[in-house]
C-alpha cells in the first residue's frame, strides 16, 4: 500500500514540474506592453482586440493563463500598442484570454 501511495505521489510530482518547463517567454517587443487597467487608457489610441489560448487548463491553470496572456501581448506588440486591458481571462479545461490594445504616448 506505502508503494501505491509513494509512487503516486512521485508520478504526480513529476507531472507538475513538467508544467513548470512549458511555459513561454515574451519576445523583447511584448514585454514593452504594460498589462492596464481603464484608468491608465483614458487618452490612449485603442488599435484593436487581442486573443490568446493555450491548451494549460485545470492544474496547469496558472501557466496556461501566462501562455494565453503572452500570445496576446505579441500581437498587441506587433499593432504598436504600449498597453493592454484584459477584457476576459478564462482558466478552464482551456485557457484563453481577450484584450483590448492601446498605443499610449
Do not use: P
Amino acid at each position: 500500500m506505502k508503494t501505491i501511495v509513494l509512487t503516486t505521489a512521485v508520478i504526480l510530482l513529476l507531472d507538475l514540474l513538467s508544467f513548470v518547463g512549458c511555459a513561454t517567454t515574451k519576445s523583447e517587443m511584448a514585454a514593452k506592453v504594460l498589462q492596464a487597467d481603464e484608468r491608465m487608457i483614458t487618452n490612449c489610441k485603442y488599435l484593436g482586440d487581442v486573443t490568446g489560448t493555450s491548451g494549460w487548463g485545470n492544474l496547469a491553470a496558472s501557466t496556461g493563463v501566462n501562455n494565453a496572456k503572452n500570445e496576446a501581448l505579441e500581437q498587441a506588440a506587433s499593432l504598436g500598442a504600449t498597453h493592454v486591458v484584459w477584457t476576459q481571462v478564462s482558466a478552464g479545461y482551456v485557457s484563453f484570454v481577450n484584450g483590448r490594445a492601446y498605443r499610449c504616448e
